[in-house]
């Protein structure tokens, strides 16, 4: 059962909720490079000898180490940023958010379910890195586990107001792309993707930290060596997802 038909047979927010679970696990792409990529890509650095010694640039820690947390992040972007986006804007641009908004269950109903979808994917990447991390290149579970799911938590809902915040300047799939892609690039880079948060220059880590996925590697970082995550990074987090969710909900039109 597609959404439309969920739509036209005035279905629950539960039955919404049930079909774009189904509709996601058919769409194999979405599935790997929000699910699989992160972790294939830290068994692949994790492969490389020089990644598994111990870096005395990194505080003695591995290389490996520090890309643990930059996989966890990296599902939560290409989730918030790319595919979540493009269904949404994708689904205004064939009428569905239009017509739902004929029947008892509102086109928020639909814009909460794409959100415990991509939310519920990109927390399941995390563990499944931090899993195979800890199993395959015996890199330690965060020890501050607390601080690491409150960090975790407000770095989920951050992508998600970021991915609202394209949508809603979005207005047919194609640009969705454009946008998505153009903020997924820096996002991925203050994430550590290319060069982790502790090698930056000290500068550019302090501008970095300002930003929503800076501020989550930062806070990521700490819970891990066992320190609280730092209420100016969780902070940073806050003030992003209260300023994304205000500017998604006041730019964003269901038709």
């Given at each position: ?12 927010s ?5 079909t774009?679970?189904?509709l996601?696990?058919r ?18 650095l ?9 870096q ?23 989730g ?15 009428g ?16 909460a379910?794409?959100m ?17 991390g ?49 903020v ?7 994430a ?33 060596a066992?320190h ?14 209260l ?5 998604a ?6 038709e």
């Amino acid at each position: 059962m597609s959404t439309a038909t969920a739509v036209r047979t005035g279905g629950t927010s539960a039955a919404v909720l049930k079909t774009e679970v189904r509709l996601f696990r058919r769409e194999p792409g979405a599935i790997f490079w929000i699910l699989l990529f992160p972790t294939l890509l830290l068994v692949i650095l994790g492969s490389i000898p020089g990644f598994r010694e111990h870096q005395a640039d990194l505080g003695g820690l591995r290389t490996i180490d520090v890309y643990v947390p930059v996989a966890v992040l990296l599902g939560m972007i290409v989730g918030g940023l790319q595919s979540m986006p493009q269904t949404l804007t994708g689904y205004r641009e064939r009428g569905i958010l239009r017509r739902m908004a004929t029947t008892p269950v509102r086109p928020r109903a639909l814009l909460a379910a794409q959100m415990a979808v991509y939310g519920g994917s990109a927390l399941a990447s995390a563990l499944l890195a931090l899993a195979v991390g800890r199993l395959a290149f015996d890199v330690r579970l965060p020890k501050q586990p607390f601080g690491y799911g409150l960090a975790l938590v407000l770095a989920v809902l951050v992508a998600l107001a970021l991915g609202s915040v394209v949508s809603a300047l979005s207005r047919t799939t194609k640009i969705a792309g454009a946008i998505g892609s153009a903020v997924f690039f820096p996002s991925m880079f203050c994430a550590g993707v290319w060069l982790p948060v502790q090698s930056m220059p000290h500068l550019m880590a302090r501008i970095v930290g300002y930003t929503p996925f800076g501020a989550a590697a930062e806070a990521l970082n700490r819970a891990a060596a066992g320190h609280w995550p730092g209420w100016s990074h969780l902070g940073v987090l806050v003030v992003w997802i209260l300023l994304l969710t205000g500017a998604a909900g006041r730019w964003f039109r269901w038709e």
